[in-house]
């Protein structure tokens, strides 16, 4: 926590409110936000266009063009950039701040599922007014990135697995098993193209809903993301969840 400030607690109100500033997103967990946004955009696009690839009408013969090939060299890059970096980011679950705990991510007790349960009324159904202000993710938001880290997963086996028939690579032929496991290479590339469209729909419910809280809460949402700074109302305690 550092400096306080003096803004108006809603534009239309000409009454000040104080804030603090507290420092929630360490380097590496914007970092790791950082390149899976990008590298996940660059899988989704070229993952696209390698399952529905798209005929080009040059005059250049056939073995003079390489755009397929550079399309798939861009997939595996992303695809060994995004998995390392989720597995930086498991290890930054056990060791950085209590923002990035891994336990915020699984609804473990009875309080988390409550607090589950008030989000979904205040800001899903627009029922019930939410009385609590999150520091770090809310329950509800952590829960859904517990299950899209699940997903993550899924993917990269079924990517590695459908990569171990291309590759002799150590990593990829640890998932060859699932080939067979899944009932073949066809239904593999099924599920792995189907969960693309789980990835499309996730990202722009995400970045709906950021742009919506950082307008609704007026807290730097989004900046807090690039820089690691949120503001919090002065009233309330510098924990993870406090009462307006
Ligand atoms: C956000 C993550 C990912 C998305 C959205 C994605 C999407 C896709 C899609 C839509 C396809 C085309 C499937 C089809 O033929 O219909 C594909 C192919 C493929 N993906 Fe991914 N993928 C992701 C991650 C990965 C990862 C982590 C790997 C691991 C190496 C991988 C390896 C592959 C391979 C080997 C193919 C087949 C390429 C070919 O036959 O030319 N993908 N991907
Ligand atoms: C485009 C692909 C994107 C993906 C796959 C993605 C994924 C994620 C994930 C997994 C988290 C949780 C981070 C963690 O706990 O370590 C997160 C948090 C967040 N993302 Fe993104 N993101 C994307 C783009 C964006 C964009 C464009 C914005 C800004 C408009 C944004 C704003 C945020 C914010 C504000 C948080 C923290 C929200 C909270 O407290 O729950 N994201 N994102």
């Not at 950021?210 to 009233?235: C, M, N, P, Q, T």
Request: charged share 15%.
């Amino acid at each position: 926590m550092s400096t306080t400030h003096l803004q108006p607690a809603h534009p239309a109100h000409s009454k000040m409110a104080e804030y603090y500033r507290i420092y929630v997103w360490e380097v590496p967990v914007r970092l790791y936000h950082g390149i899976n946004a990008l590298s996940m955009v660059l899988l989704c696009v070229t993952g696209y266009l390698i399952g529905a690839p798209h005929r080009i009408f040059y005059a250049n013969e056939a073995y003079q063009l390489y755009w397929f090939g550079t399309v798939r060299f861009i997939h595996f890059l992303c695809a060994f950039i995004w998995v390392f970096n989720f597995l930086v980011r498991i290890y930054w679950g056990f060791v950085g701040n209590k923002y990035s705990n891994w336990r915020n991510y699984f609804p473990l007790t009875k309080e988390q599922r409550g607090e589950i349960r008030e989000v979904i009324c205040a800001d899903v159904l627009q029922y019930c007014k939410n009385s609590r202000s999150y520091v770090g993710h809310n329950p509800l938001a952590a829960f859904t990135y517990f299950l899209t880290f699940l997903a993550f997963i899924f993917q990269a086996v079924t990517g590695f697995a459908l990569y171990s028939s291309m590759s002799s690579s150590v990593l990829p032929s640890m998932f060859k098993f699932v080939i067979p496991l899944m009932g073949g290479e066809a239904v593999v590339r099924f599920w792995h193209h189907l969960f693309l469209w789980f990835f499309v729909v996730f990202i722009i419910v995400h970045v709906y809903l950021a742009l919506y809280h950082d307008y609704v809460e007026g807290r730097g949402e989004i900046s807090a993301i690039v820089s690691g700074w949120k503001f919090h109302h002065v009233d309330a305690a510098p924990d993870n969840k406090v009462k307006k």
